[in-house]
Nanobody
Framework: QVQLVESAGGSVQAGGSLSLSCAAS????????MGWFRQAPGKEREGVAE???????RYADSVLGRFTISQDNAKNTLYLQMNSLKPEDTAMYYC??????????????????WGQGTQVTVSS
């Protein structure tokens, strides 16, 4: 069982930056993917970025070039650096982990461990 706890989000004006972190209780040899997802009011949860066990990263087109995912295995911590934020980035952000073979698809159904979520608000 992997437990995930996100850092506090925050509010920022458009064009600003925020950094999120996620502390994992442990990584296991079966953990294939670690990712960030987000859900805006009235919308489905969507994948933002993920990092695979071999170090490869994958990003949603909407954040490519603006967001960076990274991890510190020694600290069991996942990070998301968000730059050039836009109002449409406003959402609840979730850290997630998966041991599913298809987690690389960056869709919620293939992730099986979730944090409680943290709010990110970007004002225009």
């Amino acid at each position: 069982q992997v437990q995930l706890v996100e850092s506090a989000g925050g509010s920022v004006q458009a064009g600003g930056s925020l950094s999120l972190s996620c502390a994992a209780s442990r990584y296991t040899v079966s953990t294939r993917c670690m990712g960030w997802f987000r859900q805006a009011p009235g919308k489905e949860r969507e994948g933002v970025a993920e990092i695979l066990s071999d170090g490869r990263t994958r990003y949603a087109d909407s954040v490519l070039g603006r967001f960076t995912i990274s991890q510190d295995n020694a600290k069991n911590t996942l990070y998301l650096q968000m730059n050039s934020l836009k109002p449409e980035d406003t959402a609840m952000y979730y850290c997630a982990a998966s041991d599913h073979l298809l987690c690389w698809l960056l869709v919620p159904r293939y992730y099986n461990y979730w944090g409680q979520g943290t709010q990110v608000t970007v004002s225009s």
